[in-house]
């Protein structure tokens, strides 16, 4: 049983700043979470860009996919102010921009988003070997093919299993898909105090998503999962104070 339930912000502190922007990730860290969530995408020019859709259109002022442009042409929207006028001016981030802010102590979970066409992995490998942050970034995604050639390409990358289901079947799963899995992130409405007892009894990290509610953040410290990761860290951090 995991003794220290994690605070994991999610897309930053994505409740009360722009998702995935810098504010939001540097609010979550003023609220002391444990760790900070976040999406990637591949732009043309083969930047890891960090944002949750494969457009720039509910999140920006801009248009178009995140594929089809440069970083560069990403840099010049504006990422904040659909969110609320204070936050004019925020930029997409690069992902190694979100490195430079998070200390070390902090993990990140990069979710790969971008899992079609060209091949995202060997890019995010070599940042993570390149900023030494192998040791303290989860990679998740829903595709699992993308975790298994990421842990082809470099054994020692921990990895979780995102899905949308009871987690049990995949706990299993993850003992027979050949690579080692470090945690599961299961939706929180599928899980129930069983499964999850049995896949952190199997070694494994249990990070459901999202839980925002405080009914239902106080229900996952009772069932005893890894981590919370929710858009309001602040709330987390305070009901497991108590
Ligand atoms: O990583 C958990 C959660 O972020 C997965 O769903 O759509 O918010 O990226 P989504
Ligand atoms: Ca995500």
Request: aromatic share 6%; with cysteine; proline share 4%.
């Amino acid at each position: 049983m995991s003794e220290r339930i994690l605070t994991i912000a999610h897309r930053g502190a994505a409740g009360e700043a722009p998702e995935n922007t810098m504010a939001a990730f540097q609010l979550a860290l003023e609220q002391g979470c444990d760790a900070i969530e976040l999406d990637v995408h591949l732009s043309r020019d083969g930047q890891l860009i960090v944002c949750h859709d494969s457009t720039i259109d509910r999140t920006s002022d801009g248009t178009g996919e995140i594929s089809n442009l440069l970083a560069e042409e990403l840099k010049r929207v504006d990422a904040g102010r659909w969110f609320g006028e204070q936050y004019a001016g925020e930029r997409i981030p690069l992902l190694t921009e979100v490195f430079d802010l998070v200390p070390p102590g902090v993990m990140v979970n990069v979710e790969i988003k971008d899992t079609s066409g060209h091949r995202l992995e060997p890019v995010l490998l070599e940042l993570l070997k390149r900023e030494g942050r192998l040791d303290n970034v989860v990679v998740s995604s829903f595709d699992h093919e993308s975790l298994a050639l990421l842990k082809q390409l470099e054994e020692r990358v921990k990895v979780g299993l995102l899905y949308d289901c009871r987690p049990v079947r995949h706990a299993l799963m993850a003992t027979i898909t050949g690579f080692d899995v470090y945690s599961l992130h299961p939706k929180f409405k599928r899980l129930d105090q069983e499964n999850i007892r049995e896949c952190i009894g199997q070694g494994l990290q249990v990070y459901p998503y999202t839980i925002n509610d405080e009914l239902s953040i106080r229900r996952a410290i009772d069932y005893g999962v890894s981590g919370i990761i929710s858009d309001y860290p602040a709330r987390v951090k305070r009901l497991l104070a108590q």
